[in-house]
Protein backbone atom coordinates (compact mmCIF):
# COMPACT_ATOMS: atom_id res chain seq x y z
CA UNK A 1 0.00 0.00 0.00
CA UNK A 2 0.69 3.47 -0.29
CA UNK A 3 1.92 5.69 2.63
CA UNK A 4 3.45 8.75 3.71
CA UNK A 5 7.10 9.62 4.90
CA UNK A 6 7.68 12.21 6.97
CA UNK A 7 11.27 13.15 7.78
CA UNK A 8 12.67 15.17 11.09
CA UNK A 9 12.38 18.79 9.56
CA UNK A 10 8.37 17.79 8.61
CA UNK A 11 8.71 17.41 4.97
CA UNK A 12 6.33 14.79 3.91
CA UNK A 13 7.18 12.37 0.95
CA UNK A 14 4.55 10.24 -0.65
CA UNK A 15 5.51 6.80 -1.22
CA UNK A 16 3.81 4.54 -3.52
CA UNK A 17 2.87 0.71 -3.66
CA UNK A 18 5.28 0.14 -6.37
CA UNK A 19 7.88 2.12 -4.71
CA UNK A 20 10.64 1.89 -2.52
CA UNK A 21 11.23 4.29 0.50
CA UNK A 22 14.38 4.66 -0.70
CA UNK A 23 13.85 5.92 -4.27
CA UNK A 24 10.77 8.29 -2.64
CA UNK A 25 13.10 9.95 -0.44
CA UNK A 26 15.87 9.80 -2.96
CA UNK A 27 13.70 11.32 -5.78
CA UNK A 28 12.42 14.02 -2.95
CA UNK A 29 16.49 15.12 -2.89
CA UNK A 30 16.79 13.58 0.55
CA UNK A 31 20.04 11.31 0.63
CA UNK A 32 20.54 8.60 2.24
CA UNK A 33 23.49 5.82 2.21
CA UNK A 34 22.67 3.01 0.34
CA UNK A 35 24.41 0.00 -1.22
CA UNK A 36 23.10 -3.51 -1.64
CA UNK A 37 19.01 -2.39 -2.44
CA UNK A 38 18.59 -5.83 -1.24
CA UNK A 39 18.17 -5.56 2.47
CA UNK A 40 20.63 -7.51 2.66
CA UNK A 41 23.83 -4.92 3.48
CA UNK A 42 22.40 -2.76 6.18
CA UNK A 43 24.28 0.34 4.67
CA UNK A 44 21.16 2.58 4.51
CA UNK A 45 19.90 1.84 8.41
CA UNK A 46 17.75 4.28 9.47
CA UNK A 47 16.00 5.76 12.73
CA UNK A 48 12.79 5.74 13.23
CA UNK A 49 11.32 7.98 15.32
CA UNK A 50 7.15 7.59 14.66
CA UNK A 51 5.31 4.78 12.80
CA UNK A 52 5.23 0.65 12.58
CA UNK A 53 8.22 -0.65 10.36
CA UNK A 54 6.86 -3.42 8.16
CA UNK A 55 10.35 -4.84 8.07
CA UNK A 56 11.76 -6.59 4.72
CA UNK A 57 15.74 -6.77 5.24
CA UNK A 58 17.89 -9.37 6.36
CA UNK A 59 20.04 -7.45 8.24
CA UNK A 60 18.50 -6.71 11.85
CA UNK A 61 17.64 -9.27 14.44
CA UNK A 62 14.40 -10.49 15.98
CA UNK A 63 15.05 -7.66 19.11
CA UNK A 64 16.26 -5.13 16.71
CA UNK A 65 12.68 -5.90 14.26
CA UNK A 66 10.26 -6.39 17.34
CA UNK A 67 11.68 -2.82 18.72
CA UNK A 68 11.14 -0.75 15.58
CA UNK A 69 13.15 1.87 16.42
CA UNK A 70 14.94 1.59 12.90
CA UNK A 71 14.58 0.02 9.31
CA UNK A 72 16.04 -0.23 5.73
CA UNK A 73 14.11 1.47 3.83
CA UNK A 74 15.69 0.03 0.35
CA UNK A 75 13.38 -2.81 0.84
CA UNK A 76 11.51 -2.01 4.22
CA UNK A 77 7.55 -0.42 4.37
CA UNK A 78 5.41 0.78 6.66
CA UNK A 79 2.62 -0.99 8.58
CA UNK A 80 0.06 2.19 8.70
CA UNK A 81 -0.69 5.51 6.65
CA UNK A 82 2.41 7.03 8.08
CA UNK A 83 5.98 6.40 9.82
CA UNK A 84 8.68 9.22 10.68
CA UNK A 85 12.10 8.54 10.17
CA UNK A 86 15.00 10.55 11.48
CA UNK A 87 16.35 11.54 8.30
FE1 LIG B 1 21.70 -2.59 1.70
FE2 LIG B 1 19.51 -1.16 2.29
S1 LIG B 1 21.09 -0.69 0.91
S2 LIG B 1 20.23 -2.97 3.27
Redesign the pocket.
Known amino acids: HAFVVEIADGTEIPVAADQTV?DALTRAGIRV?????????????TVVLEGEPDHR???LSDEERESGEMM????SRCRGARIVLDL
Do not use: K
Open positions: LLSSCQEGVCGTCEDHVMPCV
